[in-house]
């Protein structure tokens, strides 16, 4: 039999006493982190249900390897047409109009939020570069602006 490995606890615990992941100011804070999704956000799921409502059908969190392995999963893909598209967080993807930087832990949000931005471009480059149309939508844009963005892009 196998011993399991160390539990997401004890890794978080870990790189907390290394310095390579911020503590949680609250356990509020840390269990709110935690709820954060990387699929089927709030405004991903309203933009797939109006798609849908509408005729439209497509793939959700569709792996697609573009480049040199370079490995993606759109939110919303129509394989047939190319057009992935992305809902982006406001605050995971510092949105001009309303992400901001951290004032807490800013050593650790600074690099990573840099990171997401820097790999939106390189996803965004090597999709186009594969003849994909890639929509990108802020989570926070109104329903009907970012139906008309992606239908226009799949008719």
């Known amino acids: 039999m196998t011993t399991p490995g160390p539990d997401k606890r004890d890794l978080r615990e870990l790189a907390h006493a290394r310095g390579t992941y911020p503590k ?13 999704r990387r ?6 799921v309203t933009l797939r249900k109006e798609l849908h409502r509408l005729g439209y059908r497509y793939r959700k969190d ?7 392995g370079l490995r993606v999963r759109p939110d919303i893909v129509f394989p047939r047409r190319k057009v992935a598209v992305f809902v982006d967080g406001c605050f995971w993807h510092v949105c001009p109009e309303h ?10 949000w600074t690099p990573k939020l ?5 790999r939106d471009q390189l996803v965004t480059t090597a ?5 994909w149309d890639v929509v990108r939508i802020w989570e926070h844009v109104a329903l009907p602006e970012a139906v008309a963005a992606v239908t226009n892009r799949v008719d």
């Open 114 to 118: 840099r990171r997401n931005m820097e």
């Open 99 to 108: 992400g901001r930087m951290p004032t807490s832990n800013e050593w650790y």
């Open 62 to 68: 569709l792996p697609l390897v573009v480049g040199d």
């Open 127 to 131: 999709l186009a570069a594969e003849g």
């Open 24 to 36: 949680p100011a609250t356990e509020g804070r840390s269990r709110n982190m935690q709820a954060n």
């Open 39 to 44: 699929k089927d956000t709030k405004p991903e």
